[in-house]
């Protein structure tokens, strides 16, 4: 199993309603991406969130947060939140609006 599919079919539960997603195979995993700039993923069984800056520094305060980091060098306003950040679907829809609040603030691609 190269990701969760449990998790990306909730994820789609979640963002079935939002428009302009596209979903794509990628870095092993599924990305979802809002208007061509990513949004959320599953790598393994973690969800990757795409916050921003300012988010970024406090995301990672919690214990089940790390950094994305798949090539040996930290992605800086993208996080990785393991399986028991996102264990109730209210944990996963905070996640997710979160990134939906800074990615809806990029300009298209």
């Not at 994820?11 to 309603?17: A, G, K, S």
Request: proline share 3%.
């Amino acid at each position: 199993m190269a990701y969760d599919e449990s998790l990306a079919i909730r994820i789609r539960e979640v963002l079935t309603h939002t428009s302009g997603i596209v979903e794509k195979k990628m870095f092993g995993g599924v990305g979802f991406l809002l208007q061509g700039n990513m949004l959320v993923g599953v790598l393994k069984d973690s969800l990757i969130v795409r916050l921003g800056p300012d988010q970024y520094e406090n995301a990672l305060l919690e214990s089940h947060v790390r950094e994305f980091d798949i090539t040996g060098r930290a992605m800086k306003g993208w996080v990785m939140v393991g399986p028991e950040g996102v264990e109730e679907d209210d944990q996963l829809q905070q996640w997710i609006d979160q990134a939906l609040n800074f990615v809806r603030t990029l300009p298209k691609k």
